[in-house]
């Protein structure tokens, strides 16, 4: 890991503890190294934008802190019980299956929030006029609201979103990071977005990891710079300066997980 990346850690921790550790984090199926001497701590309440290639390690990342996957190596600590808030990248519904929007939603556990609060979400959200129509005949943006919404219901400590704007038209991206970005106090919490949005990141983060099987580096968009290996990485989806300071280490092409 870079010296950045160390000087990120060093700071977030001397602050109290992190929410989440990821400690030596491995992962393995069979010979295949998916994610290699993963290190991470996250914050109460803050966000981290996780960046990087196809095959990657991203997505087998997620599905390690969602403990979906078990660790070939290392500990993922929780420093308090973890509610865990989850959009996926897609959401797919089988046609036999009769699901309403609220449906789904009523499976979220009602105590966590007041029905003030679950009010402001559906207002906020746009999803009063959806609730009795079906999951499968939702747009895109409107499945995304839902799942957000879903996600948000139940009051998460830390919300993962997984590539959340894929397949969705921009006026509808920015109004749904906006969102995310302008949550109310009593839905704060930490999250964890993974993203190929590169302008977003950019515009948006204010702790970026960036991701090839390994960190290659981490920590404030303003402090990273341009190099040869981001420019192999992203070059050809972000034509703007993205600021990229990794330590010497090699990329190589990964496969598609």
């Given at each position: 890991m870079s010296?950045?990346?160390?000087?990120?850690?060093?700071?977030?921790?001397?602050?109290?503890?992190?929410?989440?550790?990821?400690?030596?984090?491995?992962?393995?199926?069979?010979?295949?190294?998916?994610?290699?001497?993963?290190?991470?701590?996250?914050?109460?309440?803050?966000?981290?934008?996780?960046?990087?290639?196809?095959?990657?390690?991203?997505?087998?990342?997620?599905?390690?802190?969602?403990?979906?996957?078990?660790?070939?190596?290392?500990?993922?600590?929780?420093?308090?019980p973890l509610q865990l808030g989850y959009v996926p990248q897609r959401f797919t519904v089988p046609p036999i299956l009769p699901l309403r929007v609220k449906d789904l939603l009523a499976q979220a556990d009602k105590r966590r929030l007041t029905s003030e609060q679950r009010q402001f979400i559906f207002d906020n959200l746009s999803l009063n006029h959806l609730l009795s129509r079906q999951m499968l005949h939702l747009s895109g943006g409107e499945t995304q609201r839902v799942l957000l919404a879903r996600a948000l219901l139940d009051k998460p400590n830390l919300l993962i979103l997984d590539e959340p704007m894929q397949g969705l038209d921009p006026d509808?991206?920015?109004w749904l990071y906006q969102f995310i970005?302008?949550?109310?106090?009593?839905?704060?919490?930490?999250?964890?977005?993974v993203s190929h949005d590169l302008h977003w990141v950019m515009k948006g983060s204010r702790r970026v990891i960036c991701l090839n099987k390994h960190i290659c580096c981490e920590g404030q968009p303003s402090e990273l710079a341009i190099t040869a290996e981001f420019q192999k990485l992203f070059g050809h989806h972000y034509e703007q300066p993205y600021v990229h300071q990794p330590h010497a280490c090699e990329h190589h092409a990964p496969s598609e997980l």
């Open positions: 010296l950045l990346a160390q000087s990120s850690n060093k700071q977030l921790t001397s602050n109290g503890l992190p929410l989440l550790s990821l400690n030596g984090i491995n992962y393995h199926i069979g010979p295949q190294c998916l994610v290699k001497n993963i290190n991470i701590d996250i914050a109460i309440n803050e966000t981290v934008s996780l960046i990087g290639p196809n095959g990657a390690g991203k997505s087998t990342l997620v599905k390690l802190i969602l403990g979906l996957i078990t660790p070939t190596a290392g500990k993922i600590v929780a420093h308090q509808t991206e920015v970005d302008e949550l109310p106090d009593f839905l704060r919490c930490a999250m964890l977005v």
